[in-house]
């Protein structure tokens, strides 16, 4: 299998390396064989080639069975015009293979409860749900868009959110597909209560239900949802929702976690690598956290837990994935810890111990 | 002083009735006279007169110095078309007042403070935070917009955000007019990475904080900002942001305090009332909540709060806005609770009987 590694910016080198420590231990343990290839990406590759996207990393990319990413980003390219930036890359990435499914997988791990910000009878039931973010329409990429300067030297910013039917059924699809392997129900978010778009988003989400009779179907408005995952965060599943809304629905879920340095992201598309599978792009969803770079502190389990999403949704590799996610509760419970989730008690590793330790429990 | 009450659906009327008794009472202790009359709104307006903003209600408004809200909607009317939806009055008079300002005071009431979902370590400093939305511009009213079929079939559902520089500068302004008021700090939140309108809402911001030079200015991506309100609500000051993002970051913040049954809103916009000050629209932020609504078990706080803020900013009657806050901080500090935010060791009051307690405090 061909693995493309972009690493990027800030810990995205270091957390990376971690994750490929890991799996090349399941790989042996589970008798197939990696072949890793290292490409620049974001602000690492707007240095060395003048463009956060280069033609050499989009060619690796597209040969490819699954992209494994690090982060990027960095306050020196905050003044770079947008196309230039590190993010672009994403975008482009995003657009490139049709990753239309984000998949976030929101789940607090029993032993670092203590690290969430919510209270004990809040979060006590146990946490795990499954963001399901339309990744590639929407307001993101909808035209028109743009500055423009009327006549009378009015500046107007305008954005499109536009969602076609079809857009909305492959993405509900992924939801409900994903929701009957998990507890059956599809919690959906919109504004269909001052948006049309929003409205078409509701009536194509029934429609698609209809064809999932076994799951349940529940529809919150955006505001709403941003508070019952507050409220009742034990009671979501699947929960589905457009580029936008799923963007911030995404962050704000993930913190209630305590441990965003624990959560990986999938993002699938039509796009298939050699093997029919989704050729897809896995990246933790911490960021470049440049303050900590390179200094052997940052937390490897998010982009330890991609390599095990990357097994399971790119290689068809069920049992290595879930090998490497038994690994990473294994050594959570031993009482093993990095900086950003340590409580007394615990043994602080640093990145690369930390991957070590999740490697020598494999298998 | 003219005040039109607009009651409307669900725990509404006597919430508002609650509210009522304390202006009262604050009236008589600060020698002024209020004149309040009352007028259907929302589903209850459908019901009797066919629209959710009835002509009637609309000419009262028109003359009022102020409007007081007690809430809309219910299950019921979820099935009507959009226009004739009981939230469809909000919107009606947000417009026709330009209520461009949407202010959100996100206070966490010590004695309430284990009605939180966050831990004490988080809000323990306390959280005292307003949040200012843009109210009648961006994708709740632009244009394009709608729902259409192309002729191949394909649904295609359209909203568009659009800011012009006007429209941005003036809730601005706003905002840091009311950060000099308090700890003299602006969070503004944007989408600057991913929209245009979010660059240019960023850029005027900046325009008008160079006005404000002693206003700290910071700005947040939304999903960050999500983020960041569950990890330091301490830190903010006032929150500047559109109407699509302070909607949701507004709930979501709402839910911090732990007692989205106490909190106020207050929608201000360029209509002067006859005292050249604002026409403001005051609503709680609770909503109408069928569920108990006429069963004198509803928290009437939130409703006399926005009573409060009806003083300061309608009718410039500091003191006595002073006045109802103290009374209702008096109140919870003697234990009195609804049965909300009831805790062992504490009185729980009926609506009527709560709002009575906090009008015996006043003056
Ligand atoms: C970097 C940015 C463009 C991106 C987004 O908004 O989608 C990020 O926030 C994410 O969620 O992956
Ligand atoms: C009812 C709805 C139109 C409204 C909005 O989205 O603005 C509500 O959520 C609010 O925040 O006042």
New binding site residues.
Partial sequence: YRIACLPGDGIGPEVTRGAVTVLEAAAAAYGFALEFSAHPVGGAAYDAAGTPFPDETREACDAADAILFGA??GPQYDGLPWEHRP??A??AI?KRYDLYA?LRPILLYPPLRDASPLKNEIIGGGVDFIIV?E?VGGI?FGEPRGITTLEDGTRRGVNTEVYTDAEIARIARMGFTIARGRRRKVTSVDKANVMEAGRLWRTVVDEVAREFPDVEVEHLLADNAAMQILRRPGDFDVMLAS??F??FL??EAAMLTGSIGLLP?ASLGAAQNRLGLPKGFY?P?H?SAPDIAGRDLANPLAAILCGAMLLRHSLGQEEAALAVERAVVRVLEEGFRTGDIKVPGTAVLGTAAMAAEVARRIG
Same sequence: chains 1, 2.
């Fill in positions: 990027v980003g993010e672009a994403l975008l995003r984000n973010r990744l993101y580029n936008l799923g963007d995404s962050d992201s990246e969803i960021g």
